[in-house]
């Protein structure tokens, strides 16, 4: 009789972890939505930028049939005097939980990956000696079919 409360036990075990690891899968169907900038930052010889802080945007469209469109803005930023911006109109495929975008734009988004998660898209790659993090959240509306 002692093996039954074991046996249980064991089950609720392998019952939890099942669940725990039935986590966000992404698909073509559940990742459709606009993206908006939750956090943007960059790192530079020890040195943090917060540039949603400073005004930075990226606003994605994830449509259907592989196309998205939006658009990047980054203000000037000393020792720079120009605003950065760059369409974000091209296509979108995604492999396992990873979402890659080509666009005519040379930007970082076109060349990192960014990994999907619930409601978040988060890119975050170095560019030689610059790191550039970025999340975006998707924004609440009407489903994009």
């Known amino acids: 009789m002692r ?9 609720v075990v392998v019952a939890t972890a099942v669940a725990c690891s039935d986590s966000f899968k992404p698909t073509t169907e559940n990742i459709l939505g606009m993206y908006e900038v939750e956090s943007f930052t960059t790192d530079s010889a020890g040195t943090s930028r917060d540039l949603f802080a400073a005004g930075a945007t990226l606003e994605l469209i994830i449509l259907p049939f592989g196309d998205v469109v939006g658009a990047l803005n980054v203000p000037p930023i000393p020792p720079d005097t120009a605003t950065f911006y760059a369409s ?3 296509t979108w495929a995604l ?12 930007s970082f988004v076109r060349d990192m990956d960014w990994i999907a998660d619930m ?3 988060s890119g975050d790659k170095s560019f030689g000696a610059v790191r550039v ?3 975006l959240k998707r924004q609440p509306g009407p489903p994009i079919h």
């Open 88 to 90: 974000m109109n091209g």
């Open 133 to 135: 993090r970025v999340v």
């Open 119 to 121: 409601d978040r898209l």
């Open 3 to 11: 093996q039954v409360p074991r046996l249980l036990t064991v089950g």
């Open 95 to 106: 492999n396992g939980n990873t979402v890659r975008f080509t666009q005519d734009a040379d």
